[in-house]
C-alpha cells in the first residue's frame, strides 16, 4: 500500500482590526478551480459572487463568515482595498508554499556561460 498522507502544515493567519482569519495551509483542488474559472470570467457581477464561493473554500468556517459579514458592515467593513491587498497577500502566502520539494536541477553544460539563477529573486 502506498501513503499519500502529507505532514499538516499550520493555518494561514491574517488580521484587518481586531479580527484574526484563518486560512487553509495549502490551496485545495476546489480553490484552484474556483480560481481559474474567477480568471476567465468577464462579468464583474459573477466574479464578486465567485469569490465568496472562493473565500469559503480557503477560510476556515467561522472566518469566511466573519469576513463575508465583514464586507457587508458599513460600520466595521472590509473595504475593496483591504480586500485586494488580502487576496495579493494571500497568494503570495500559497506561492511560497509548495506542496512538495523542487526536483534538483541539473547542472547545465559549462560552455552556456548563464546560471540557470540569473536574476532570481531570493525570497528571506
Known amino acids: 500500500?502506498?501513503?499519500f498522507t502529507r505532514p499538516k502544515k499550520p493555518p494561514i493567519e491574517?488580521?484587518?482590526d481586531d479580527d484574526v482569519f484563518l486560512c487553509t495551509p495549502e490551496v485545495t483542488v476546489g480553490a484552484a478551480t474556483q480560481l481559474a474559472q474567477m480568471a476567465n470570467e468577464k462579468n464583474?457581477?459573477?466574479r464578486m459572487l465567485m469569490l465568496g464561493e472562493l473565500l469559503d473554500l480557503i477560510m476556515f468556517p467561522a472566518s469566511a463568515?466573519?469576513?463575508i459579514a465583514r464586507m457587508r458592515n458599513p460600520e466595521n467593513p472590509i473595504t475593496n482595498e483591504q480586500l485586494g491587498d488580502v487576496l495579493e497577500w494571500?497568494?503570495?502566502q500559497y506561492g511560497e508554499r509548495p506542496t512538495r520539494p523542487s526536483p534538483a536541477s541539473?547542472?547545465?553544460g559549462s560552455d552556456t556561460g548563464t546560471e540557470s539563477t540569473a536574476g532570481v529573486q531570493l525570497v528571506g
Open 1 to 3: 500500500m502506498k501513503d
Open 14 to 16: 491574517f488580521s484587518i
Open 44 to 46: 464583474d457581477m459573477q
Open 65 to 67: 463568515q466573519l469576513f
Open 90 to 92: 494571500l497568494m503570495e
Open 106 to 108: 541539473s547542472s547545465g
